[in-house]
Nanobody, 118 residues
Framework: QVPLVESGGGLVQAGGSLRLSCAAS????????MSWYRQAPGKQRALVAA???????NYGDSVQGRFTISREYTKNTVYLQMNSLKPEDTAVYYC????????????WGQGTQVTVSS
């Protein structure tokens, strides 16, 4: 029973694009931020992009200018548009949603594989 379900991952050639989607269910409370993380084999899970309740976005240095995060807040849905993909972008991508009211909580998807071939 995962509250978040990612879709859109797959295999793409370097320079190509993918669009990831994440839809939430069974989330109770006010979502303060939606974000994407990724984890490559042998590496730590790292923040890719985030968008706050107020619409402020931030990106990891390695994806700045190539990835764009967006949302449909009322549908509890977040997207990640990935352009100019590089082999080093290969990882499992995880959706995250943070809730701050009435109680703090954190929800994760099970991940979707993105593989960029050279």
């Amino acid at each position: 029973q995962v509250p978040l379900v990612e879709s859109g991952g797959g295999l793409v050639q370097a320079g190509g694009s993918l669009r990831l989607s994440c839809a939430a269910s069974r989330i109770r409370g006010s979502i303060s931020a939606m974000s994407w993380y990724r984890q490559a084999p042998g590496k730590q899970r790292a923040l890719v992009a985030a968008i706050t309740r107020g619409g402020t976005t931030n990106y990891g240095d390695s994806v700045q200018g190539r990835f764009t995060i967006s949302r449909e807040y009322t549908k509890n849905t977040v997207y990640l548009q990935m352009n100019s993909l590089k082999p080093e972008d290969t990882a499992v991508y995880y959706c995250n949603m943070a809730v701050d009211y009435p109680a703090a909580n954190n929800y994760w998807g099970q991940g979707t594989q993105v593989t960029v071939s050279s």
